[in-house]
């Protein structure tokens, strides 16, 4: 049985239903696609013991909805005995489409399923871009106190003095706090670099700091480390070089 619009430019709904037999057991699939507006859906059903135990089944439904700046999309499956998955995502663009924004993007995604430590599962992700400056932040969450979040922020002066910093927090033991974060200026014959890695207190420094003068034929720089990991708390090198 099937039932088909006149018109795929508009709303529509379409039917169908087929069922089928063999010697032990019949079988049935039916199912449905519609069109309302900027939503398209589809909903399918197929039961493999139709007549016995028309619970034993698989089933499927899903819907996009195609609006240009937020879209969004829904999944489900769900099959005998009392298993689903299911999946919600929704996004957020600037008027121009997030292939051409500069701005901002938003973007979120659900999952729920009937499996033990899979129940509820939440992740998102906002991103903001400009010519002088980033600013990413994500998180995925799983259960009560069982969340990662991170954060990543970029600013820029100029290409020759610019910073970035990464932070991830956890809920795992030792690695509950991690940054890690970069400094760079260039700047009239100098240069200083710091690149530091921090994790649940334990800090390590990586700094370069060295400048030029080519009048005076002289180059000098240091590097400096510092950790908190025996021998290696604390190291510096130097040097000089002027040609005459």
Not at 133 to 150: E, F, H, L, R, Y
Not at 152 to 158: G, I, M
């Given at each position: 049985?099937?039932?088909?619009?006149?018109?795929?430019?508009?709303?529509?709904?379409?039917?169908?239903?087929?069922?089928?037999?063999?010697?032990?057991?019949?079988?049935?699939?039916?199912?449905?696609?519609?069109?309302?507006?900027?939503?398209?859906?589809?909903?399918?059903?197929?039961?493999?013991?139709?007549?016995?135990?028309p619970?034993?089944?698989?089933?499927?439904?899903?819907?996009?909805?195609?609006?240009?700046?937020?879209?969004?999309?829904?999944?489900?499956?769900?099959?005998?005995p009392?298993?689903?998955?299911?999946?919600?995502?929704?996004?957020?663009f600037?008027?121009?489409?997030?292939?051409?924004?500069?701005?901002?993007?938003?973007?979120?995604?659900?999952?729920?399923?009937?499996?033990?430590?899979?129940?509820n599962?939440?992740?998102?992700?906002?991103?903001?871009?400009?010519?002088?400056?980033?600013?990413?932040t994500?998180?995925?969450?799983?259960?009560?106190?069982?969340?990662?979040?991170?954060?990543?922020?970029?600013?820029?002066?100029?290409?020759?003095?610019?910073?970035?910093?990464?932070?991830?927090?956890?809920?795992?033991?030792?690695?509950?706090?991690?940054?890690?974060?970069?400094?760079?200026?260039?700047?009239?014959?100098?240069?200083?670099?710091?690149?530091?890695?921090?994790?649940?207190?334990?800090?390590?420094?990586?700094?370069?700091?060295?400048?030029?003068?080519?009048?005076?034929?002289?180059?000098?720089?240091?590097?400096?480390?510092?950790?908190?990991?025996?021998?290696?708390?604390?190291?510096?090198l130097?040097?000089?070089?002027?040609?005459?």
């Amino acid at each position: 049985e099937w039932t088909a619009p006149k018109n795929l430019n508009k709303d529509y709904s379409v039917d169908h239903t087929i069922k089928f037999g063999c010697p032990y057991r019949s079988m049935e699939l039916s199912g449905q696609l519609s069109r309302k507006g900027p939503m398209i859906a589809g909903e399918h059903e197929f039961k493999y013991d139709a007549e016995r135990n028309p619970e034993k089944k698989v089933s499927t439904t899903w819907s996009v909805t195609l609006i240009p700046n937020s879209p969004k999309i829904m999944a489900k499956a769900a099959w005998f005995p009392n298993k689903f998955v299911q999946i919600e995502a929704d996004t957020k663009f600037e008027t121009e489409g997030w292939y051409r924004t500069t701005n901002d993007l938003e973007g979120n995604v659900k999952i729920t399923s009937s499996f033990p430590y899979l129940e509820n599962i939440n992740a998102n992700l906002k991103h903001d871009y400009s010519h002088d400056k980033i600013d990413t932040t994500g998180a995925v969450s799983w259960g009560p106190g069982q969340k990662i979040d991170m954060g990543l922020k970029f600013n820029k002066n100029t290409w020759m003095e610019h910073g970035h910093t990464l932070t991830v927090n956890t809920p795992f033991p030792g690695y509950r706090s991690m940054k890690i974060s970069h400094d760079f200026k260039l700047q009239n014959g100098r240069l200083n670099s710091m690149v530091s890695g921090e994790c649940d207190r334990r800090t390590v420094k990586l700094e370069v700091d060295g400048s030029a003068n080519l009048r005076r034929h002289m180059v000098q720089g240091t590097v400096a480390f510092t950790s908190p990991f025996p021998y290696l708390q604390a190291i510096t090198l130097s040097g000089k070089h002027e040609d005459n």
